[in-house]
Protein backbone atom coordinates (compact mmCIF):
# COMPACT_ATOMS: atom_id res chain seq x y z
CA UNK A 1 0.00 0.00 0.00
CA UNK A 2 1.34 3.24 -1.04
CA UNK A 3 1.92 5.39 2.01
CA UNK A 4 -0.13 8.98 1.74
CA UNK A 5 0.64 12.13 0.67
CA UNK A 6 2.45 14.15 3.58
CA UNK A 7 0.47 17.55 4.60
CA UNK A 8 1.15 20.97 4.08
CA UNK A 9 -0.06 23.01 6.95
CA UNK A 10 0.66 25.77 4.19
CA UNK A 11 -1.93 26.35 0.70
CA UNK A 12 -1.12 25.58 -2.32
CA UNK A 13 1.04 28.44 -3.67
CA UNK A 14 1.35 30.68 -0.39
CA UNK A 15 4.96 31.24 1.47
CA UNK A 16 5.45 30.80 5.15
CA UNK A 17 5.29 33.48 7.24
CA UNK A 18 8.69 35.34 7.87
CA UNK A 19 10.22 33.64 10.91
CA UNK A 20 9.65 35.37 14.57
CA UNK A 21 11.96 36.84 16.98
CA UNK A 22 13.23 32.92 19.04
CA UNK A 23 12.94 31.46 15.88
CA UNK A 24 15.60 33.90 14.24
CA UNK A 25 17.72 33.38 17.01
CA UNK A 26 17.64 30.38 16.83
CA UNK A 27 18.29 29.91 13.33
CA UNK A 28 21.21 32.38 13.73
CA UNK A 29 22.79 29.60 16.40
CA UNK A 30 22.30 26.84 14.86
CA UNK A 31 25.12 25.78 12.82
CA UNK A 32 22.78 23.61 10.07
CA UNK A 33 21.91 27.35 9.38
CA UNK A 34 24.68 30.09 8.94
CA UNK A 35 24.05 33.28 8.32
CA UNK A 36 25.46 35.49 5.23
CA UNK A 37 26.89 38.15 7.60
CA UNK A 38 29.35 35.26 9.87
CA UNK A 39 30.32 33.29 6.34
CA UNK A 40 31.44 37.10 4.86
CA UNK A 41 33.50 37.57 8.23
CA UNK A 42 34.99 34.59 8.77
CA UNK A 43 35.70 34.47 5.38
CA UNK A 44 37.53 38.05 5.49
CA UNK A 45 39.03 37.23 9.01
CA UNK A 46 40.58 33.75 7.12
CA UNK A 47 41.89 35.79 4.34
CA UNK A 48 43.60 38.21 6.62
CA UNK A 49 45.24 35.90 8.18
CA UNK A 50 46.40 33.30 5.42
CA UNK A 51 47.93 36.86 4.06
CA UNK A 52 50.29 37.41 7.00
CA UNK A 53 51.14 33.93 7.61
CA UNK A 54 54.26 33.88 5.37
CA UNK A 55 55.69 37.03 7.42
CA UNK A 56 54.27 35.88 11.34
CA UNK A 57 55.11 32.18 10.93
CA UNK A 58 58.69 32.81 10.11
CA UNK A 59 58.92 35.56 12.47
CA UNK A 60 57.04 33.73 15.41
CA UNK A 61 59.70 30.18 14.99
CA UNK A 62 62.07 32.87 14.99
CA UNK A 63 61.73 34.24 18.42
CA UNK A 64 60.68 30.35 19.64
CA UNK A 65 64.24 29.06 18.49
CA UNK A 66 65.96 32.08 20.51
CA UNK A 67 64.23 31.87 23.67
CA UNK A 68 64.99 28.30 23.44
CA UNK A 69 68.41 28.97 23.00
CA UNK A 70 68.51 31.66 25.63
CA UNK A 71 66.81 29.06 28.31
CA UNK A 72 69.63 26.20 27.72
CA UNK A 73 72.39 29.08 28.37
CA UNK A 74 70.84 29.42 31.72
CA UNK A 75 71.36 33.29 32.02
CA UNK A 76 70.59 35.44 34.47
CA UNK A 77 69.73 39.24 35.27
CA UNK A 78 72.95 41.33 34.83
CA UNK A 79 71.32 43.88 37.48
CA UNK A 80 70.68 47.63 36.21
CA UNK A 81 73.73 50.12 34.75
CA UNK A 82 72.49 52.11 37.27
CA UNK A 83 74.14 49.97 39.86
CA UNK A 84 76.89 48.30 37.66
CA UNK A 85 79.17 50.07 40.06
CA UNK A 86 77.19 49.08 43.16
CA UNK A 87 79.77 47.09 45.21
CA UNK A 88 82.59 48.79 44.89
CA UNK A 89 80.59 52.30 45.66
CA UNK A 90 79.81 50.08 48.85
CA UNK A 91 83.04 49.41 49.90
CA UNK A 92 85.08 52.79 48.96
CA UNK A 93 84.56 55.41 51.61
CA UNK A 94 83.31 58.31 48.84
CA UNK A 95 79.90 57.71 49.59
CA UNK A 96 80.09 58.15 53.23
CA UNK A 97 82.66 60.03 54.09
CA UNK A 98 81.05 63.60 56.14
CA UNK A 99 82.73 66.71 57.92
CA UNK A 100 81.19 68.42 61.03
CA UNK A 101 78.53 66.89 63.84
CA UNK A 102 75.32 64.73 62.70
CA UNK A 103 72.21 63.36 64.68
CA UNK A 104 69.82 60.97 63.54
CA UNK A 105 66.74 60.03 65.50
CA UNK A 106 64.48 57.97 63.70
CA UNK A 107 61.17 56.43 64.91
CA UNK A 108 60.36 53.23 63.53
CA UNK A 109 56.29 53.25 63.95
CA UNK A 110 56.10 49.52 61.81
CA UNK A 111 58.03 46.64 60.46
CA UNK A 112 55.75 45.38 57.96
CA UNK A 113 54.56 47.52 55.83
CA UNK A 114 57.85 49.57 56.77
CA UNK A 115 56.60 53.25 58.21
CA UNK A 116 59.42 55.63 60.03
CA UNK A 117 59.78 58.80 60.96
CA UNK A 118 63.33 60.63 61.01
CA UNK A 119 64.50 63.94 62.41
CA UNK A 120 68.57 64.60 61.11
CA UNK A 121 70.10 67.67 62.13
CA UNK A 122 73.87 68.54 60.97
CA UNK A 123 75.79 71.54 61.84
CA UNK A 124 80.09 72.54 61.50
CA UNK A 125 80.25 71.06 58.04
CA UNK A 126 82.59 73.15 55.42
CA UNK A 127 80.48 72.68 52.48
CA UNK A 128 77.25 73.29 53.77
CA UNK A 129 75.46 75.93 56.51
CA UNK A 130 73.70 73.85 59.99
CA UNK A 131 70.53 72.10 58.64
CA UNK A 132 67.48 70.10 59.72
CA UNK A 133 65.28 67.72 57.66
CA UNK A 134 62.23 65.79 58.77
CA UNK A 135 61.58 62.31 56.43
CA UNK A 136 59.36 59.91 56.08
CA UNK A 137 59.72 56.83 54.99
CA UNK A 138 56.57 53.94 53.90
CA UNK A 139 56.84 50.76 51.76
CA UNK A 140 55.12 47.51 50.78
CA UNK A 141 56.14 45.10 48.65
CA UNK A 142 54.44 46.94 45.73
CA UNK A 143 55.31 50.28 47.17
CA UNK A 144 57.91 52.92 48.55
CA UNK A 145 57.84 56.06 49.43
CA UNK A 146 60.04 58.92 50.63
CA UNK A 147 59.57 62.40 51.66
CA UNK A 148 61.64 65.01 53.73
CA UNK A 149 61.18 68.81 54.98
CA UNK A 150 63.90 71.24 55.78
CA UNK A 151 64.34 73.79 57.67
CA UNK A 152 64.84 76.47 53.89
CA UNK A 153 61.61 74.85 53.18
CA UNK A 154 63.00 72.76 50.59
CA UNK A 155 60.96 69.63 49.25
CA UNK A 156 61.99 66.67 48.74
CA UNK A 157 59.51 63.49 47.53
CA UNK A 158 60.26 59.88 46.10
CA UNK A 159 57.83 57.11 45.05
CA UNK A 160 58.58 53.75 43.43
CA UNK A 161 55.29 51.52 42.33
CA UNK A 162 56.17 48.25 41.28
CA UNK A 163 52.38 47.15 39.10
CA UNK A 164 53.61 44.68 37.04
CA UNK A 165 56.61 41.78 38.12
CA UNK A 166 59.55 43.23 36.97
CA UNK A 167 58.25 46.75 36.37
CA UNK A 168 58.52 49.39 38.56
CA UNK A 169 57.25 53.07 37.33
CA UNK A 170 59.53 55.81 39.55
CA UNK A 171 59.08 60.16 40.06
CA UNK A 172 61.34 62.03 42.50
CA UNK A 173 61.01 65.93 42.27
CA UNK A 174 62.31 68.41 44.85
CA UNK A 175 60.77 71.82 45.59
CA UNK A 176 63.42 74.54 45.94
CA UNK A 177 63.21 78.33 47.25
CA UNK A 178 66.20 78.83 45.40
CA UNK A 179 65.57 79.76 41.39
CA UNK A 180 67.23 76.80 39.81
CA UNK A 181 67.32 74.10 42.19
CA UNK A 182 63.38 72.42 41.40
CA UNK A 183 63.64 69.36 39.46
CA UNK A 184 61.36 66.80 38.41
CA UNK A 185 62.56 63.27 37.18
CA UNK A 186 60.14 60.43 35.88
CA UNK A 187 61.89 57.09 35.27
CA UNK A 188 60.32 53.52 34.82
CA UNK A 189 62.69 50.07 35.04
CA UNK A 190 62.33 46.89 33.44
CA UNK A 191 63.65 43.48 35.17
CA UNK A 192 63.91 40.69 32.67
CA UNK A 193 65.34 37.00 33.33
CA UNK A 194 68.24 38.05 31.33
CA UNK A 195 68.39 41.54 30.27
CA UNK A 196 67.33 44.97 32.35
CA UNK A 197 66.28 48.37 30.14
CA UNK A 198 65.62 51.57 31.77
CA UNK A 199 64.02 55.27 30.43
CA UNK A 200 64.64 57.87 32.19
CA UNK A 201 63.55 61.79 31.83
CA UNK A 202 65.07 64.68 33.86
CA UNK A 203 62.93 68.21 33.47
CA UNK A 204 61.00 67.08 30.49
CA UNK A 205 58.64 69.08 28.91
CA UNK A 206 56.14 68.26 26.72
CA UNK A 207 55.35 71.71 25.08
CA UNK A 208 59.03 72.02 23.60
CA UNK A 209 60.93 69.15 23.78
CA UNK A 210 63.41 70.25 26.58
CA UNK A 211 64.84 68.13 29.22
CA UNK A 212 67.38 65.24 29.62
CA UNK A 213 66.16 62.15 28.64
CA UNK A 214 68.61 58.61 29.30
CA UNK A 215 67.87 55.32 27.87
CA UNK A 216 69.90 52.58 28.34
CA UNK A 217 69.91 48.46 27.95
CA UNK A 218 71.79 45.83 29.82
CA UNK A 219 71.87 41.78 28.16
CA UNK A 220 73.64 39.06 29.53
CA UNK A 221 75.51 37.47 26.88
CA UNK A 222 77.09 34.44 29.10
CA UNK A 223 76.59 33.40 32.61
CA UNK A 224 79.21 35.41 33.83
CA UNK A 225 79.46 38.54 30.90
CA UNK A 226 77.00 41.27 29.73
CA UNK A 227 76.95 43.73 27.45
CA UNK A 228 75.65 47.35 27.67
CA UNK A 229 74.33 50.99 25.64
CA UNK A 230 73.08 53.63 26.94
CA UNK A 231 71.97 57.51 24.98
CA UNK A 232 71.85 60.38 26.86
CA UNK A 233 70.01 62.93 24.66
CA UNK A 234 70.27 66.59 26.47
CA UNK A 235 67.94 69.37 24.95
CA UNK A 236 68.14 72.34 27.98
CA UNK A 237 67.23 75.12 25.12
CA UNK A 238 65.01 74.90 22.14
CA UNK A 239 68.18 76.00 20.39
CA UNK A 240 70.43 73.49 21.70
CA UNK A 241 70.91 70.26 21.74
CA UNK A 242 73.58 67.48 22.45
CA UNK A 243 73.33 63.37 22.48
CA UNK A 244 76.18 61.13 23.68
CA UNK A 245 76.26 56.78 23.67
CA UNK A 246 78.14 54.88 25.88
CA UNK A 247 78.75 51.06 26.16
CA UNK A 248 79.57 49.45 29.05
CA UNK A 249 80.60 45.51 30.03
CA UNK A 250 80.38 43.44 33.44
CA UNK A 251 82.30 40.06 34.35
CA UNK A 252 81.81 38.20 37.39
CA UNK A 253 83.03 35.16 39.20
CA UNK A 254 80.50 31.86 39.35
CA UNK A 255 79.72 32.59 42.63
CA UNK A 256 79.29 36.10 42.42
CA UNK A 257 82.49 36.71 44.59
CA UNK A 258 84.30 39.32 42.03
CA UNK A 259 82.80 41.50 39.38
CA UNK A 260 84.92 43.55 37.02
CA UNK A 261 83.44 46.69 35.03
CA UNK A 262 83.81 48.79 32.10
CA UNK A 263 82.48 51.46 30.65
CA UNK A 264 82.67 54.29 27.90
CA UNK A 265 81.16 57.33 27.24
CA UNK A 266 81.56 59.40 23.91
CA UNK A 267 82.43 63.09 25.53
CA UNK A 268 85.91 60.54 26.42
CA UNK A 269 85.08 59.28 29.47
CA UNK A 270 86.30 56.08 30.52
CA UNK A 271 85.99 54.17 33.69
CA UNK A 272 87.15 50.93 35.00
CA UNK A 273 86.36 48.74 38.36
CA UNK A 274 87.37 45.67 40.06
CA UNK A 275 85.48 44.27 43.30
CA UNK A 276 86.21 41.33 45.07
CA UNK A 277 85.19 39.51 48.21
CA UNK A 278 88.29 38.05 49.95
CA UNK A 279 86.41 36.36 52.88
CA UNK A 280 83.00 37.18 54.69
CA UNK A 281 84.18 40.00 56.48
CA UNK A 282 86.77 41.61 54.01
CA UNK A 283 85.73 43.45 50.73
CA UNK A 284 88.20 45.25 48.21
CA UNK A 285 87.57 47.75 45.23
CA UNK A 286 89.37 49.50 42.57
CA UNK A 287 88.15 52.14 40.66
CA UNK A 288 90.39 53.85 37.39
CA UNK A 289 88.37 57.12 35.58
CA UNK A 290 90.04 58.53 32.83
CA UNK A 291 89.46 61.73 31.29
CA UNK A 292 90.36 62.07 27.55
CA UNK A 293 89.40 65.12 26.03
CA UNK A 294 91.54 67.77 23.40
CA UNK A 295 91.17 70.61 26.24
CA UNK A 296 91.92 68.32 29.02
CA UNK A 297 93.16 65.04 30.30
CA UNK A 298 93.03 63.50 33.57
CA UNK A 299 93.23 60.25 35.45
CA UNK A 300 92.84 59.08 38.90
CA UNK A 301 93.00 55.38 40.53
CA UNK A 302 91.26 54.81 44.03
CA UNK A 303 91.86 51.73 45.85
CA UNK A 304 89.24 50.77 48.82
CA UNK A 305 88.80 48.55 51.32
CA UNK A 306 86.00 47.10 53.91
CA UNK A 307 86.06 45.43 56.94
CA UNK A 308 82.76 43.79 58.70
CA UNK A 309 82.84 42.84 62.50
CA UNK A 310 80.28 42.05 64.44
CA UNK A 311 78.68 45.31 65.53
CA UNK A 312 81.09 47.68 63.36
CA UNK A 313 82.27 48.62 60.01
CA UNK A 314 85.09 49.69 58.75
CA UNK A 315 86.07 51.60 55.39
CA UNK A 316 89.33 52.89 54.29
CA UNK A 317 90.14 54.52 50.94
CA UNK A 318 93.16 56.04 49.16
CA UNK A 319 93.85 57.74 45.67
CA UNK A 320 96.06 58.72 44.03
CA UNK A 321 95.86 62.17 44.32
CA UNK A 322 97.17 62.42 47.76
CA UNK A 323 94.10 61.79 49.85
CA UNK A 324 93.44 59.27 52.57
CA UNK A 325 89.43 58.69 53.97
CA UNK A 326 88.46 56.27 56.51
CA UNK A 327 84.38 56.07 57.86
CA UNK A 328 84.26 53.90 61.17
CA UNK A 329 80.43 52.79 61.77
CA UNK A 330 79.46 51.06 65.01
CA UNK A 331 76.12 49.87 67.34
CA UNK A 332 76.57 50.07 70.77
CA UNK A 333 73.54 48.64 70.87
CA UNK A 334 70.63 47.85 68.21
CA UNK A 335 69.07 51.18 69.39
CA UNK A 336 72.22 53.62 69.50
CA UNK A 337 75.13 53.87 67.01
CA UNK A 338 78.27 55.98 66.37
CA UNK A 339 79.74 57.33 63.45
CA UNK A 340 83.25 58.76 62.86
CA UNK A 341 84.60 59.80 59.71
CA UNK A 342 88.17 61.60 58.94
CA UNK A 343 89.69 62.71 55.44
CA UNK A 344 93.26 64.12 55.03
CA UNK A 345 94.71 65.68 51.58
CA UNK A 346 98.70 65.54 51.73
CA UNK A 347 98.57 67.60 48.49
CA UNK A 348 96.10 70.21 49.80
CA UNK A 349 97.45 70.49 53.39
CA UNK A 350 93.58 70.17 54.58
CA UNK A 351 91.61 67.64 56.60
CA UNK A 352 88.20 67.47 57.92
CA UNK A 353 86.36 65.32 60.77
CA UNK A 354 82.96 64.03 61.35
CA UNK A 355 81.14 62.66 64.64
CA UNK A 356 77.72 61.25 64.47
CA UNK A 357 75.08 60.07 66.70
CA UNK A 358 72.05 57.45 65.37
CA UNK A 359 69.59 56.47 67.36
CA UNK A 360 66.66 54.32 66.48
CA UNK A 361 63.59 53.31 68.53
CA UNK A 362 60.41 50.87 67.47
CA UNK A 363 56.75 50.83 68.29
CA UNK A 364 54.90 48.45 70.81
CA UNK A 365 55.87 44.93 69.81
CA UNK A 366 55.41 42.15 72.08
CA UNK A 367 58.61 41.23 73.34
CA UNK A 368 57.58 37.49 73.66
CA UNK A 369 56.93 37.31 70.12
CA UNK A 370 59.13 36.93 67.18
CA UNK A 371 59.83 40.53 65.55
CA UNK A 372 58.11 40.62 61.61
CA UNK A 373 60.28 40.27 58.63
CA UNK A 374 60.13 43.52 56.51
CA UNK A 375 59.07 43.37 53.32
CA UNK A 376 61.13 43.66 49.75
CA UNK A 377 60.08 47.00 48.75
CA UNK A 378 60.50 48.18 45.05
CA UNK A 379 64.05 50.48 44.99
Partial sequence: MAAPPATTPYPLGTQPPPPSGPELLGSA????????????SSSSSSSRVSFLDPILLPLNSAIQRLQETRS??????PGTVEGLQKEVKSVHATNFV??????????????????????AFSMGSQAAPSSYNFGAVYGDSNSFYQAGLDDGMNVTMRVNRQFFPGHTSKVQAQLASTQGQSFVQLEHDYQGSDHSANLKALNPSPADGTGIY???????????????VETI???????????????????FGEKRDWVATAQFQGQGIAQATYWQKLSDQVEVAADLQVLAMAQKREAQATLGARYAFR??????????????SSVYETRLSPAFGLNFSGEIDHLQGAAKFGFGVSIESGGEMDPNAPPPAPPSVPM
Avoid at 29 to 40: A, E, G, I, T
Avoid at 311 to 324: E, F, H, P, V, Y
Fill in 233 to 251: YQRPSVDMEEASTGYMAKL
Fill in 29 to 40: QNPSFPSSSSSS
Fill in 311 to 324: MATLRAQIDSTGKI
Fill in 72 to 77: KLGLTN
Fill in 98 to 119: FDGARADLTKALSINPIFQVTH
Fill in 214 to 228: IVNYLQSLTRNFALG
